[in-house]
């Protein structure tokens, strides 16, 4: 009698704690961060599933945004000119990175007079910050803007985080006050939907040339995507090496499987 | 390693060698000759995962290591370094950061088996205790290895966990300072974590010997916790019996491993960790790796800074006296009807406590009138069965429970087994 009670009693503590915890799940990571709810679309990008690569058009057309756009305050200091002729990458060709990396003025030095001087930068040289230290890139809107290298991975959401981001500037509802030189974007659950960047892209702000329609929705999808590169350069490599490691894994286990069967077939 | 050695050398040389240094009668009786009980299940191949897994994360280590360098100006670069330009980087350090989670992933599961089929009563409570040890070890390793990246979880989880010693009465601040070799977390401290870093898994791996050496003098439990009688009728030889089974299970555990590593690699982990530390910027909401989350909801749960980190410690060190809480006579979960019910129990206390500590402490679950129940509430409740499972279950539960008949031998549980239909 006591003995089923306990058991009654124990199964039903189990049972609501389970009923508990997979319940909230979802609004755990919606309410991790205080602020306003981020819901943002969930895009069918082409590097997604474990067979995922990258689109290369999109990946150059989203270096263009890079440089023509986000370079004016963002750095990217992880990231070599000579990535961007990578395999896996924009895969841009060997001539094509020497003129980008060339484009830049980087500082080199001391020289033998012990002074410092600029040169056109090179395949081994990252890309240049556009400013000189943390505090003169603070001066501008009161924080340093993030450095973009590892942004895809460094926000819960990655790319899809930074496509919505970049879409859903708006108006401020009656009720959320945006402090001058503010702006309201719903999806900054960092600053409670308040952002100082302001908005970065508009249609046809940057010129395709391949002809895709430059909307702010596809230039934020090229963006992103290109993000997601920067942030993770061998994500190709990976989701190639994987499948291999996985097919040699499942037949290894297939023979161990068949191998463990036969030797314990006269114990049982 | 211990008991009527078998071995016989076949030739001039192991014979040789067997006179002056017999490594090679170690092997064969460690890993060949010794004795099985021949019903253990899956759930016993996790020992040797575990093995396999300290190798993995050593070697993937020592390579890592010529790279990392470990300065707070050069930290964070250097992971990318390794991540973007060293051969196979990413590899090493996706293998290592998801391999830290499948080792605790494997350590759980062998010490809740241990749990449910009573293996860590006697004669086995210093190999049970030795485990612990390894425990403890495991997660100091885990927690010096999460601060190396640098990151901005890195720094702030150093800074939780090192300001727990500051609770200490009177000399907390001074073993703070002391522990960061300065004022705060800085150069100082990243480079002591990285050298206790890699010292040690070498203690674990010293430890793992004991832990083996005194399995192989006990002998290993089974799942009907009742001690091989006859030799021959209860067991069969580690080769190749336990050895393809084991090759086995491990060969699936990898593939759970290598589908992390390949295509869910940073899943587990906690994106702050992309940005670079910033002592200024103190994260919403600081998180230890899931492993950790249990204590990291029993150390929220107490109101007082230092109530919270005694019963923290409290919660691990209670497993070292295990062997002596348990009051039954019978060592397995299937001849124990009442055990059997708190131990699923427990296991989903441990799993919502994980949970709770993953959750920001006010948050409220539900409101009875103007009463919030907030996460912190219902980690209280948690904490307190944690430890009433242990202090007053464990001890209660033998003296009242009727346990069912335990079959005479491993061998008649096996034939038994066949014969009539499973009770358990």
Redesign the interface.
Known sequence: MK?KL??KL??A??VA??A??AG??PV?TA????GPEPTYERLDWSFNG?FGSFDRSQLRRGYKIYKEVCATCHSME?V?FR?LGEKGGPEFSGPEVKAIAAEYQVQDGPDQAGDMFERPGEGRDTFPSPYPNEEAAAASLGAPP??L??IA????GGPDYIHALLTSYTEAPANVKVPSGGYYNPVFV?GSGVIAMPPPLSDGQVDYDDGTPNTLDQMSQDVSAFLMWT?E??LE???R???Q??IY??A??GI??F??RK??AD?H | MSGNSTYTPSNGFTRWMDSRLPIIRLGHDTAVSYPVP?NLNYWWTFGGILTFMLVVQIITGVVLAMHYVPTTALAF?SV?HI??DVNYG??LR?THANGASMFFVAVYIHMFRGLYYGSYKAPREILWILGCLIYLLMMATAFFGYVLPWGQMSFWGATVITNLFGAIPFVGQSVATWLWGGFAIGDPTLNRFFSLHYLFPFLIFGVVVLHIWALHVSGQNNPVGVEVKNKDQDT?PFT??AT??D??GL??F??LF??F???A??SLGD??N???AHPLKTP??IVPEWYLLPFYAILRAVPSKLGGVILMFGSIAVLFILPWLDTSKVRSARFR??FK??F??HL??C??LG?CG???PD?V?FSVGSIDFTVTY?ARILSFYYFFHFLVLFPLLGLIERPKPVPESIAASVLGGRAAPAKA
């Open positions: 003995m306990i058991h124990s199964i503590a189990a704690t389970v508990v915890a909230y799940l755990m309410h991790a961060s205080e474990p992880y070599h990535d993030p450095d290298s590892l991975k460094a926000r819960n960092a942030a350069p061998k490599a990976r989701h090496l994987g499948f490691v996985l894994l499942l290894l286990s161990l499987f191998a463990t030797i314990w114990q | 021949k670069a990318e991540m973007r990413w590899v996706y069969v190749p019996y393809v089974k090759a086995f060969s699936v990898l593939i290598a589908y590593v390949f295509f690699p940073n994106v702050e992309y940005t670079i919403l909401h009807p009442l019910q708190i699923w129990l989903a206390v799993i919502a949970w993953g959750m920001m948050h679950l219902f």
